[in-house]
């Protein structure tokens, strides 16, 4: 079993839609969580993280963690065709000298206008 | 200018020859990474420094080299390269004064091996 695991989709929504991307994972010893968006033959760039439990809003997106079920969610609102990308997520367990990001395989999204 | 940069974008090679990929950064970190990524697979950690005397290797190391020419520059190298060496191959790096281990990525490097 994997540590992280991530529906690879591709995952086809209307522009306008609300997207739910989702992650599981099994180390309780993850605290920070990261998403990542990656642009065909482009690199990931960090899009936000969150520490611990709780939910971070930034913009139309919003980043979720549940520790206690081991599941973190990413939701876009008004998904927008530039949003057509890879996600990733990530997790580390932060201060712990590994120095190491666990990634899900990603979900690809294809927003359509 | 971007602070993570990989040489070269895109290389053709075939079977057996020996390749470099470079990457070089300004953002000051300390650590540098090696993945690959392959369609379905996600990224893969094939090597990592947390500085120029400390090097790791990752989970996918067989086949691959590494060498940290200073703080800024990290070089992966295939010795003989063979067909399922082609992916896409990022460099990232890390400041171990950041606590969430966050990484930023190079633009990726686009190997084939005939």
């Known amino acids: 079993q994997k540590e992280v695991e991530q529906d690879p989709g591709p995952l086809s929504v209307p522009e306008g839609a609300i997207v739910s991307l989702n992650c599981t994972y099994s180390?309780?010893?993850?605290?920070?969580f990261m998403w990542y968006r990656q642009y065909s033959r482009k690199g990931p760039e960090l899009l936000m993280y969150?520490?611990?439990?709780g939910n971070k809003e930034d913009g139309r997106f919003t980043a979720q963690v549940d520790k206690s079920s081991k599941y973190i969610s990413l939701f876009i609102r008004d998904s927008q065709p530039s949003d057509s990308a890879t996600y990733l997520c990530?997790?580390?367990?932060?201060?712990?000298?590994?120095?190491?990001?666990?990634f899900g395989q990603g979900t690809t999204l294809q927003v359509k206008p | 200018d971007a602070d993570v940069t990989q040489t070269p974008r895109n290389r053709i090679t075939k079977t057996g020859k020996r390749i470099m990929l470079e990457c070089s950064q300004t953002?000051?970190?300390?650590?540098m990474y090696w993945y690959r990524q392959d369609p379905g697979l996600g990224l893969r950690l094939i090597y990592y420094?947390?500085?120029?005397?400390?090097?790791n290797k990752g989970e996918i190391s067989d086949g691959y080299s590494v060498s940290r020419q200073a703080q800024a520059k990290f070089s992966l190298s295939l010795e003989s390269a063979i067909p399922n060496q082609t992916a896409l191959y990022f460099c990232?790096?890390?400041?171990?004064?950041?606590?969430?281990?966050?990484?930023?990525f190079g633009p990726g490097t686009r190997l084939t091996v005939l």
């Open positions: 990232a790096t890390s400041d171990r004064q950041i606590s969430t281990d966050t990484q930023y």
């Open positions: 180390n309780s010893a993850f605290q920070y």
């Open positions: 969150t520490y611990s439990s």
């Open positions: 990530a997790m580390s367990a932060g201060t712990s000298n590994t120095g190491k990001l666990i």
């Open positions: 953002k000051g970190h300390d650590r």
């Open positions: 420094s947390f500085d120029v005397k400390d090097i």
